[in-house]
């Protein structure tokens, strides 16, 4: 069955520091999505990427978060100097283009980041 | 604002017997409405989704989930639990606020312990 790959699964890092997460996407899904979770907490929406821009994002992606597609192939997460607060689990998220059924994300396994 | 509403942190259940997650809704027009599983250490996993017709949808693992409109509820259920099924559940509706980014809005999810 199709997966979304996420790298790494886990990276530990200094506060202000950036950061790359990475998603390599199922191969004919064309949205992608990020969320986080926090230790203990639901999972949050922060962005939405299709056609090569951001579709929508929350309030949680502030000017600190970016994302592109610089290759085609991996859709990244950036965050540009960590805080404390941006520990998480960070999840991406794709999904096909097309009718009803092309309404269920499928979710790679998670990058746990840690801000030390 | 559309949202989701999972009552209980916890559910506990013996193995063998029935078991049922609650989830409650709120959304402007017709819900889409999913179940995702959350093993330790995994990504979100689909399990079911109502999107239109028959209110009792099956779905993975011999989970099912019955849509009620006039009580905004998508619980899920499994006639017959299984040590196996302990994980982490979280009920989503896609936010029809959005356009067709498809993003979802997830609730607080729900741990089940099944004890054998």
């Known amino acids: 069955e199709p997966e979304v790959t996420q790298t790494p699964s886990h990276q530990v890092t200094q506060m202000g520091q950036e950061v790359i997460l990475r998603c390599v996407p199922i191969s004919n899904h064309l949205y992608f999505y990020w969320y986080r979770q926090i230790l203990g907490q639901k999972v949050e929406f922060l962005v939405s990427?299709?056609?090569?821009?951001?579709?929508?994002k929350s309030e949680i992606f502030d000017d600190q978060f970016s994302v592109e597609r610089p290759d085609g192939s991996n859709f990244t997460l950036k965050i540009r100097s960590t805080k404390l607060e941006d520990s998480a689990m960070y999840f991406c998220a794709t999904r096909r283009q097309g009718s009803s059924g092309a309404n269920v994300l499928t979710f790679g396994a998670g990058s746990r980041l840690t801000v030390l | 604002a559309q949202s989701v509403a999972q009552p209980e942190d916890q559910v506990n259940v013996a193995e063998g017997n029935p078991l049922t997650v609650k989830c409650t809704y709120s959304?402007?027009?017709?819900?889409?409405l999913f179940w995702y599983v959350q093993y330790p250490n995994r990504g979100l996993q689909f399990l079911l989704k109502y999107i239109t017709g028959d209110n009792l949808v099956k779905g993975s693992y011999g989970f099912e989930a019955e849509f009620n409109k006039s009580q905004t509820s998508f619980h899920l259920k499994k006639p017959s639990a299984l040590v196996s099924d302990s994980a982490l559940y979280f009920c989503a509706v896609r936010d029809q606020s959005s356009g067709n980014t498809g993003k979802l809005i997830f609730g607080q999810g729900t741990t089940l312990q099944v004890k054998p």
């Open positions: 959304v402007s027009g017709n819900p889409y």
């Open positions: 990427f299709y056609n090569n821009e951001i579709s929508e």
